[in-house]
Every structure is written in structure tokens, then in C-alpha cells.
T-cell receptor
Framework: QQQVKQSPQSLIVQKGGISIINCAYENTAFDYFPWYQQFPGKGPALLIAIRPDVSEKKEGRFTISFNKSAKQFSLHIMDSQPGDSATYFC????????????FGTGTRLQVFP | NAGVTQTPKFQVLKTGQSMTLQCAQD?????MSWYRQDPGMGLRLIHY???????DQGEVPNGYNVSRSTTEDFPLRLLSAAPSQTSVYFCASSYDGTPYNSPLHFGNGTRLTVT
């Protein structure tokens, strides 16, 4: 049972375009939602994260939008660059299971010049 | 500062063989964990440890053993390898296991093929 559903599985965007990756969850006990970025041959690395008490968080070209009532959150990459080509994972942390992070299935983003 | 170091980078095993995937961190992190990454499945937690001498099972623990005798090392043992264990394995650590206080730091992975 996938607790965090991520879409799309793959995404192709032209340089300068906006990349949007969506995630949805069911468990209302999730209290922290990070996004991880993974380049080929490397491990994932934290990109940006949000708590459910805010609806948006922006860091440079990367923005998380959070809709608590719909139990959805998304990553927006503005002015996408070829260097953004990577696999992106959304994740969720369960308030009561303090030691566990639940990951989505990943989105492979390719940005073409 | 090396961060999280995993060895080996690649490994091929025959069905039934055993092996140990090594993981070491030099950040004095209490929390360490093992994930496997499979296409279309994301990252799934195998085992984790909140400190030396303490381990617990994650989402997919069957076929794997772990121990944590020191803060720095968290080896993952495959007792009798099966083709279903073909995957990329990631070790990750954090200061205290609470993601909002201390993000996970991942190693660069071990790609394991079981034939």
C-alpha cells in the first residue's frame, strides 16, 4: 500500500519551462513533507521541505505548494534548467513514528535545452 | 568530512550466497537506516537504528539482518541472496532521526545484482 502517491513517473520539460510534480497522501498524521533530489549514481539529497501549517514555501526556483484539505502537495521548478535533470522524491513523516520517512515512487525529470 | 560511505559500489551474487553491505558515517549521527530503491517503488525502508545496540525493522526487512555495535557503522547482511533482492541499496543517517530537526544524509548506494 503506497502511503504517498507521486505523479508523474517521468516528465520532460524544455529549458526555461515550469516543472510540476504532484504528491498525495491519506494519513492526516503526517506532519512534515520534504522533497529529495537524486542525480544519477548518487544518493538522494534534501531539496526543500514544508510543514502543514503553511501553504507555500519557496527557495530560489523551487516552490512547494501544500493543500491540507485536499491532502496534496506539489513541487514547482521555475525556469527549469538542464542541471535540474534528476529524479525527485516526495516524502512524508509520520508524527507518531518519529523514526520513519515514507517516500513516494519518484519522478524522473529531463530538461532539454 | 566523508559523510556516509558505502562499500562496495557494485556487487554481483549468485542465488544463495551471503554478503555484507558496509555503511559508515563520520558525522556522529545517532540514527542510521537502510533503504532499497527499485524502479516504480521509490525508496523503501529495510532496517533502522536509533543508536548503538538498538535496531528495528522497517517496511521490507525479510531476508536482511543488521547490527549496530558502534555509532559509526551499520552493516546490512544478506543471509541467502535471492533474485528479488536485486536492487540499489542506500544507507542514510541523521542526527536524531526526526526529519524536521535533522535531514537524512544518504550514501551513494550499492548496486546489487543477484543471478
Amino acid at each position: 500500500q503506497q502511503q504517498v502517491k507521486q505523479s508523474p513517473q517521468s516528465l520532460i520539460v524544455q529549458k526555461g519551462g515550469i516543472s510540476i510534480i504532484n504528491c498525495a497522501y491519506e494519513n492526516t498524521a503526517f506532519d512534515y513533507f520534504p522533497w529529495y533530489q537524486q542525480f544519477p549514481g548518487k544518493g538522494p539529497a534534501l531539496l526543500i521541505a514544508i510543514r502543514p501549517d503553511v501553504s507555500e514555501k519557496k527557495e530560489g526556483r523551487f516552490t512547494i505548494s501544500f493543500n491540507k484539505s485536499a491532502k496534496q502537495f506539489s513541487l514547482h521548478i521555475m525556469d527549469s534548467q538542464p542541471g535540474d535533470s534528476a529524479t525527485y522524491f516526495c516524502a512524508a513523516h509520520h508524527f507518531y513514528n518519529t523514526d520513519k520517512l515514507i517516500f513516494g515512487t519518484g519522478t524522473r525529470l529531463q530538461v532539454f535545452p | 568530512n566523508a559523510g556516509v560511505t558505502q562499500t562496495p559500489k557494485f556487487q554481483v551474487l549468485k542465488t544463495g550466497q551471503s554478503m555484507t553491505l558496509q555503511c559508515a558515517q563520520d558525522m556522529n549521527h545517532e540514527y542510521m537506516s537502510w533503504y532499497r530503491q527499485d524502479p516504480g517503488m521509490g525508496l523503501r525502508l529495510i532496517h533502522y537504528s536509533v543508536g548503538a545496540g538498538i535496531t528495528d525493522q522497517g517496511e521490507v526487512p525479510n531476508g536482511y539482518n543488521v547490527s549496530r555495535s558502534t555509532t559509526e557503522d551499520f552493516p546490512l547482511r544478506l543471509l541467502s541472496a535471492a533474485p528479488s533482492q536485486t536492487s540499489v541499496y542506500f544507507c542514510a543517517s541523521s542526527y536524531d532521526g526526526t526529519p524536521y530537526n535533522s535531514p537524512l544524509h544518504f550514501g551513494n548506494g550499492t548496486r546489487l545484482t543477484v543471478t
